[in-house]
């Protein structure tokens, strides 16, 4: 059976998409709207329950924002419960309630600044009654920034801490392409670019 699901994704996501062969199907993932999924056993939308709404693949359902997940098998069958008033988000994971002191996202988790982390948990795993932002440490000895994810502190790009010995690449210096470069010095030249790229190249093909 699990074989045979897979089959049935593998010809919807791959093989749909191709004109010849989508003419023949009623429906796709796109054509269900917010408040339905892509049944792929099936080839067809089939409704998401109460509180709930389109998974962003369009292949399952998730709780609406302020809802959490009370069961979930495998996003086919999902039962909701909306989170009380004190503690109105969701966690990243989707099945707790937790309070957002720095608001909320659009899809209903909590949000934090930029360069701070979210903990929705203590160090032993037990769900805090409410968020906390933790501000990454960028000064010296420390150096670390929050990740692209927001979810724990890295140590910040080296280029950040050659020029400006912090996290920050602030004026006059110049950032760009997530480097930070000296002002005197200004952007590299596009034959340094061009060098650099060859000499990686030659390295790759060693």
Known sequence: LAVHSLLHTFCVFTLLPLPSLRRNYKHRPADCGADRYFDSSRLACAPCGAHQRQSAGGSSC?????????SNNDGFSVSCEKC?????GVT????NCIACPKGLTP???????????LVERSMDGILLNEALCIHCNG???SFSASDASGSRCIRCEKTFIQVSKSCDCSNPNILTGGLCFLAQEGL?????????WLCFELILLD
């Open 139 to 141: 000064s010296e000895q």
């Open 84 to 88: 009380p008033e004190d503690m109105s």
């Open 92 to 95: 990243q994971d989707g099945w």
């Open 62 to 70: 998730v709780c609406e924002p302020g809802y959490r997940m009370v």
């Open 188 to 196: 590299p030249e596009v034959k340094e670019i061009i060098a650099l």
């Open 107 to 117: 899809n209903g988790n909590c949000k934090c600044p930029n360069n701070e982390i």
